[in-house]
């Protein structure tokens, strides 16, 4: 069986940055093991897979629907096509704070004697915020060694399932400006550390909206080996009981697949040693032409 996949790298204009994610077009259909794993063999942290719903259908047909709607496990994920981009719409998590002697030692195991200004924690997404003391810079962060090897074993109570490392942004400069830059680890699910994660950005632009007072920012992940910029934009909902939401995007390259495929063929073991890509992956997406705005 020869089965064409893509490899998407999404919130970036380059390739190897950003966000990767991998897309395997089905002619029929495959048993959930096979499945499991294909995404094994490619090691990212999401795999989709793609299926005709009828044999008379075409990948290459184009999406015309301005909103696409995602049945995920933390509920339905929303990305809509604007004049100027792609927004994904999610929500917005709060932070509470947190005493550092009480994450100390999950602090200093995976930090060592790294200046601290504040730590928080999001009980919805079990996700621990360490914001480092702002005398540091974005090199700093860039080059920090982060041990993640013993974290599960420091911190075993259920409570923590990620730990996200950020920090002040800087004016522009040599460099563009940003509002934060963050970094993210989950060695409790199996990723020591995860490129652009979407559950952190719900803690991290929450937390920084308060901090800076803006509704609008801008924020670097993942920035020592797939920096990623994205754009936040915080609001409130009627419809959601006033819930606060958080729209995020990236950087056009990143939202349009049929430009960012890196057309790697992997081997897929028992399936065929010799995976071919044969198609071009288009989408919705395609019709974005512009960088996107929140």
């Known amino acids: 069986m020869k089965l064409p996949i893509f490899i998407a ?6 390739a190897f940055r950003g966000n990767p994610a991998a897309v395997c077009l089905l002619e029929d259909k495959l048993d959930e093991d096979v499945h499991q ?7 990212l942290s999401e795999t989709a897979f793609i299926r005709k719903l009828h044999p008379t259908d075409n990948f290459t047909q184009k999406n015309m629907n301005s909103t696409l709607t995602f049945v995920t496990l933390s509920g339905e994920l929303k990305a809509r096509r604007a004049e100027d981009g792609i927004i994904l719409d999610l ?24 200046l601290v200004q504040d730590v928080c924690y999001s009980p919805d997404t079990q996700n621990l915020l360490v914001r480092l003391s702002d005398s540091y810079d974005r090199s700093f962060l860039e080059t920090l060694k982060v041990n993640t090897a013993n974290l599960t074993q420091v911190e075993n109570t259920g409570k ?10 800087e004016p522009a400069g040599q460099t563009q400006a940003f509002d934060f830059y963050s970094r993210y680890f989950a060695p409790w699910v199996g990723v020591a550390e995860d490129p652009v994660t ?15 007072g803006k509704k609008n ?9 797939r920096p990623s910029p994205l754009r936040m934009s915080t609001a409130f909902r009627k419809r959601d009981c006033g819930q606060q939401r958080l729209h995020c995007s990236g950087l056009r390259a990143g939202l ?7 057309c790697l063929p992997r081997s897929l073991g028992v399936w065929d040693p010799d995976v071919e890509v044969a198609r071009r992956l288009t989408s919705f997406l395609d019709e974005s032409d512009s960088s996107p705005q929140c």
């Open 198 to 212: 979407g559950s952190a950005h719900t803690v991290l632009s929450s937390y920084w909206s308060q901090q800076l």
């Open 256 to 262: 349009r697949p049929h430009r960012l495929e890196r």
């Open 37 to 43: 794993k294909i995404a094994k063999e490619m090691n």
């Open 91 to 114: 929500p917005l998590y709060p932070t509470q704070p947190k005493e550092f002697h009480e994450v100390k030692n999950l602090i200093k195991s995976a930090i060592g004697d790294t």
């Open 160 to 169: 923590v399932k990620g730990l996200i490392l950020t920090l002040k942004g």
């Open 9 to 14: 790298d999404a919130f970036t204009a380059r």
């Open 217 to 225: 920012m801008h924020g670097l992940s993942q920035i020592t080996f």
